[in-house]
Structure formats: structure tokens, C-alpha cells
């Protein structure tokens, strides 16, 4: 009887493990968000840097009982320019939105704000990406909905579009609103 060599035997076994992975990945409930360890719980603390001009973001806008989102952006950052006009909309329709310019330049980030318009009720700057990292963020742009009391509700990873906002932000913003 020949011997069959066990490193013959290694990829085909490495391929099932790979298949099972990717197949046990793709039978979530929603393969397109990711999961957000923040979900549920209150909101970091919200240590931001003043923008000139700008009203200043801080920790208890985010627990006076109103909804909110609040969205991490950066002017080097094509998807933040493509879901901009989406945040005007918002803002326009009464939603308070709250922003966090992510690792940017000053200069830059204000002549993006001047050219797309500010839809943000109050902003600050997070240079060294220190509040980005306590709130999970890991690309951007990244919006998360709040509930009047701070808690995080959701987290949506990516540009917004009009479906994920009537499908997804809207929905968990009622349901908040509905709670308190």
C-alpha cells in the first residue's frame, strides 16, 4: 500500500478551512455592516479640538435628551464629499449632527466646510485621531446615531446614501426618539 505524504494532504484541508470560514461569514443577518463593540453602550468621552470659528463639539451635547448623529469626516476623504449633501439634507429636516474632522488640516478642513457648507450644529477637530480610536472608528467616513442620554445606538461604516439613511439611520433614530 503507498504512503500518502501528510504535506499532500495540508491545502486541501487548508482550502475546506477557508470555505468554511467564508461561508459561515456570509450567512449573517446583515453581511454589509460591521459590528460595532460600542453598540449599546454610552459614548466615549468627546475630547475634540476647537475649530476657529466654529462651535465646539463637546461631551454633553451628546446628553441633553435629542437624538443625534454624529459623523467622523476628513476633507481628503472622497466618500465624506459624495454623503456631504445628504448631512444639509438632514439638518434641513431638523436632525442635529454633530461632526468630528478626523485627522485633517485645519486649512483644509474649513475650505471644504466653506465649498460644501457646514450642516454640523456644533464641530471639533480630532487631529492625532485619539477620539476616533476610543470610538472604534477604522475608516471613513463613520456616523454613529446617539440617544438623548449618550448611549451609542448604531454605527454605520461608509458613506451614507439615501436608502442606508431611510433603511437604517432614520428607523434607529425613531426608535430612540420613541424610548425616551
Known amino acids: 500500500m503507498p504512503k500518502i505524504n501528510p504535506l499532500l494532504i495540508l491545502p486541501p484541508l487548508l482550502l475546506a478551512g477557508f470555505v468554511a470560514f467564508v461561508a459561515v461569514g456570509n ?4 453581511r454589509d455592516t460591521l459590528p460595532s463593540a460600542r453598540a ?19 461631551d454633553d451635547m451628546l446628553r441633553t ?16 464629499r459624495a454623503e456631504h449633501p445628504l448631512f444639509e439634507d438632514l439638518t434641513q429636516d431638523g436632525v442635529t449632527v454633530l461632526g468630528v474632522n478626523y485627522r485633517d488640516e485645519p486649512d483644509r478642513a474649513a475650505a471644504f466646510l466653506e465649498e460644501l457648507g457646514d450642516p ?3 464641530i471639533g477637530a480630532d487631529p492625532r485621531a485619539r477620539m476616533g480610536l ?42 430612540a426618539a420613541g424610548d425616551s
Open 120 to 122: 454640523y450644529a456644533a
Open 134 to 175: 476610543d470610538w472604534g472608528v477604522v475608516g471613513l467616513p463613520e456616523t454613529f446615531v446617539v440617544d438623548g442620554a449618550g448611549n451609542i445606538l448604531l454605527r454605520h461604516a461608509g458613506p451614507l446614501t439615501e436608502e442606508i439613511i431611510q433603511s437604517r439611520i432614520l428607523p434607529a433614530m425613531q426608535r
Open 65 to 80: 435628551g435629542e437624538v443625534t448623529l454624529v459623523n467622523f469626516f476628513a476633507s481628503w476623504c472622497p466618500p465624506c
Open 27 to 30: 450567512m449573517r443577518e446583515d
Open 40 to 58: 449599546g453602550h454610552q459614548a466615549p468621552a468627546v475630547v475634540l479640538d476647537e475649530m476657529e470659528g466654529r462651535t465646539l463639539f463637546t
